[in-house]
């Protein structure tokens, strides 16, 4: 009978050891990636955007891969994929949620679903350029709605300017707020550019980016209205006969990273991502003015599209015209953000 207890108390003594390194196991794997282990961990990352590779967003990608592939030595490899060649801009939220890739940049405008502060880029004339947008965007009232999105998954790191918006059609040339009467012009999505179109008696038909040039060239819309290097890039000008320079809203992006994977990181692999991050948003903002007035310069050489420029009479009309939108979305957005928004062109 002693002998059956000691060898009983044996197999006891022996499941506790198991146990016990099986719980410290376990301990181990879950602070996986909290900044405990040392070194840089081995990785390969994807970026995935859905605008050409002549662009301020894919510039800022190439420079946030640089950065991070020559700070890890090699050890992280990042695949930037442009055009949509992973997923449409339909699908890239889903997908960047599954960590199917871990970065990119999705406009503003598409995330009004989610968050109506998103709707901002998208107010008329709100913001002199791309310096005063910079500068909300990097407040602390900017950053919150960037960080709206974490209940989803993700992290908003910063916010990339794509630029402001100009319109093209196929019908005749944008000179009042009249001459849209009519016109069906392609939208991002969001209430606020419904009602930017609905109020000066125009169409809008929400659909993907990379759709656009076969909706114009088939009609299925009559216009659309962005930065002077998506216009270019994607050769617009060769479905549009003309483009009014008005500004009227702009193109801002939200640079977001999936958030198990940045929490997977240990201190020394995160410090090296955020250098990448800090590159990619420098050099993007950067890109986006310079390729802006390059691009127009492009389109004004290639000649395929009447250019019209406006008076400041004859501007100030488009702004009385859509003031009325601030009436129907300040207390959506909230009167906060938008003061805020403002007080950046001071």
């Known amino acids: 009978m002693r002998g059956i207890k000691k060898s009983l108390l044996s197999v006891f003594i022996i499941a506790l050891f198991v146990f016990l390194a ?4 376990n301990e181990a794997a879950n602070s996986s990636g909290s900044g405990s282990e040392a070194g840089v961990q081995e990785l390969t990352i994807k970026l995935a955007h859905e605008v050409a590779e002549n662009t301020s967003q894919h510039e800022g990608s190439l420079a946030f891969k640089e950065a991070i592939e020559k700070a ?16 449409g801009d339909k699908d890239v939220f889903q997908n960047i949620v599954a960590n199917n890739v871990q970065f990119t940049q999705i406009d503003m405008a598409k ?4 968050d109506p502060r998103f709707n901002i880029p998208s107010l008329p004339f709100l913001f002199k350029g791309d310096d005063e947008a910079v500068k909300f965007w990097d407040s602390e009232m900017g950053m919150e709605i960037l960080s709206s999105l974490e209940k989803d998954g993700l992290y908003g ?15 005749r040339p944008i000179k009042s707020p009249e001459d849209l009467k009519g016109i069906k012009f392609r939208t991002q999505g ?5 009602e930017v179109f609905s109020t000066v008696g125009a169409g809008s038909v ?4 990379t759709e656009l040039y076969t909706a114009l060239q088939q009609g299925t819309v009559d216009g659309q209205t962005n930065t002077f290097v998506n216009i270019e890039s994607k050769k617009f000008d060769e479905v549009q006969k003309y483009l009014t320079i008005t500004g009227e809203s702009r193109v801002d992006l939200g640079f977001f990273a999936n958030k198990e994977f940045m929490d997977g990181l240990n201190d020394e692999t995160r410090k090296i991502i955020d250098e990448g991050i800090k590159a990619g ?7 986006a003015k310079e390729m802006n007035a390059e691009a127009l310069k492009k389109l004004e050489e290639r000649g395929q599209i009447e250019i019209t420029e406006l008076s400041d009479d004859e501007l ?8 009325p939108v601030y009436d129907e979305f300040t207390d959506v957005i909230g009167e906060e953000y938008i003061e805020a928004a403002k007080k950046a062109n001071e």
């Open 111 to 114: 995330l009004v679903g989610d």
């Open 316 to 323: 100030q009309a488009f702004k009385d015209a859509w003031a």
């Open 157 to 171: 790191l910063s916010m990339w300017p794509n630029g402001p918006k100009h319109l093209t059609n196929g019908t």
């Open 281 to 287: 948003t420098e050099r993007a903002r950067e890109a």
């Open 72 to 87: 890890s030595g090699g050890k992280i490899k990042v695949q930037v994929y442009p055009n949509g060649q992973l997923f």
């Open 190 to 194: 969001g209430q606020v550019l419904e």
């Open 206 to 209: 929400s659909m993907p980016f």
């Open 22 to 25: 099986a719980c410290g196991n």
